[in-house]
């Protein structure tokens, strides 16, 4: 008997947009746990990798929070089959003298990778974790040129109804945690 081939996943995770829509959910009881959600999204498919695009925070603005987001990262490396992707930090500063901060190039690295990955043969299925519509044309590219198909894992709040629409299939992040939610 032939032995069927198992289908190869790989998950990229927008971990700015993860990390702000995880804390609101957070905020209203729900435990968050990434690898459990990548799992969930993989299914009993083989998972190849999964990226997690994020930048370090700035120790010197707040270095409470700063040890805290290290540490998650810490975390997220030493997961199976995940890369963690380091990206740069960005202190802009208004003028009204206001400082926020930016993550630069997670963007470009998660297009890239998701790019070369299909150029590869490296999976079969990529799931997006973002609510991005900027990726729309890496996303025709694989589903088109290298017949890749392609999922997009959102959260209700910051999804595009043009990036979902791309896509093969769209998998709702809250139902995903509600539903883990209620297993434990």
């Not at 589903?143 to 999804?159: D, L, P």
């Amino acid at each position: 008997m032939k032995k069927m081939k198992k289908i190869r996943v790989s998950v990229f995770i927008d971990g700015r947009n993860f990390y702000h829509e995880a804390k609101n959910l957070k905020k209203g009881g729900l435990k968050i746990r990434l690898q459990d959600i990548v799992d969930k999204l993989v299914g009993n498919r083989e998972l190849v990798t999964a990226y997690y695009y994020n930048a370090r925070l700035d120790k010197k603005y707040d270095p409470e929070k700063y040890e805290s987001h290290n540490k998650f990262i810490e975390i997220v490396k030493s997961f199976p089959k995940f890369r963690v992707v380091l990206c740069d930090w960005r202190k802009i500063t208004e003028e009204d003298g206001t400082v926020r901060y930016d993550t630069k190039g997670d963007d470009v690295h998660l297009a890239h990778d998701l790019l070369m990955g299909a150029v590869r043969d490296e999976y079969d299925i990529a799931v997006i974790v973002s609510g991005d519509a900027d990726f729309i044309p890496i996303l025709k590219t694989v589903r088109e040129e290298y017949k890749k198909k392609v999922g997009n894992a959102f959260f209700r709040r910051t999804s595009s109804y043009k990036l979902r629409k791309a896509c093969d299939f769209s998998l709702s992040l809250n139902k995903i945690i509600r539903e883990l939610n209620l297993k434990k």
